[in-house]
């Protein structure tokens, strides 16, 4: 396979070979560079993982009751330090199981309860409803606040029901024939109060102008408003004291 790749007359027979010689090896140009920073770098992974710390000493390993309380110390009247014994309380929790459910249930006091012997049921007397707990509140007997609400409405329903009855009696009805003649009348002045006020000038020069056409205006809102009020109404009342006047 080789002939026939190398055979008589390639071009690679014309490259000279030297198997004597090598070529030079390639060195970086900051290899001094590199190798310093490679030897500054290689103890860096030491200090990765768990800091080392200082060992125990063997004698100062944990002794018998090391952690139970200790008494404080006296002290005597010339603030000396006077020789007491060690008094070593008990610990919070027993590690014995059984010992310490019996510690934590010591000073737990059964609440009041009922029990039905014939079918075995437990019940609290206050979720049961025979401990008196809303008597001896601060609001027992006094009348609820939505109560005190509904009743002042009601007592204000009836005073403005009294206010229209005295009202009623205090006047008189207006008949069918009044009302269209009082209609007739503010409808007729408000066409005269209406023709006048198209016959202004276009522009007011004078206070006096100004002033009348503004007081036409105010005069055609009050005349249609009256109107309005005999129109939509068809019962009106009206007091002895107006009835000479305009409704």
């Known amino acids: 396979m080789s002939e026939a790749i190398n055979a008589k007359g390639s071009v690679q027979d014309w490259i000279p070979k030297d198997p004597g010689k090598k070529p030079p090896r390639y060195v970086p ?106 008597i001896v509140k601060k609001d027992y007997g006094e009348i609820p606040k939505y109560l005190q609400q509904r009743r002042e409405a009601e007592q204000q329903v009836r005073d403005d029901q009294e206010k229209l009855e005295k009202l009623k009696q205090a006047t008189r009805q207006v008949s069918e024939e009044e009302r269209n003649a009082a209609l007739e009348g503010l409808k007729k002045k408000w066409h005269e109060v209406h023709r006048e006020y198209q016959g202004l000038p276009f522009i007011l020069y004078t206070p006096s102008q100004k002033g009348r056409k503004v007081h036409m205006e105010e005069q055609l809102t009050e005349l249609e408003k009256h109107i309005r009020l005999l129109e939509k109404f068809k019962t009106i009342y009206i007091s002895d004291a107006d009835a000479g006047g305009s409704p």
């Open 29 to 134: 140009k900051h290899m001094a560079t590199i190798r310093l920073e490679q030897k500054s770098n290689k103890q860096a992974w030491k200090t990765m993982g768990p800091a080392k710390l200082e060992l125990p000493s063997p004698s100062n390993y944990l002794k018998k009751n090391a952690k139970r309380p200790k008494a404080p110390e006296r002290t005597g009247t010339g603030g000396q330090k006077t020789s007491t014994t060690t008094v070593r309380l008990p610990l919070h929790v027993p590690p014995n199981p059984v010992k310490r459910a019996v510690i934590q249930t010591a000073d737990v006091k059964p609440k009041p309860s009922r029990v039905d012997f014939a079918q075995a049921h437990k019940q609290l007397l206050q979720s049961a409803g025979l401990i008196p707990k809303y």
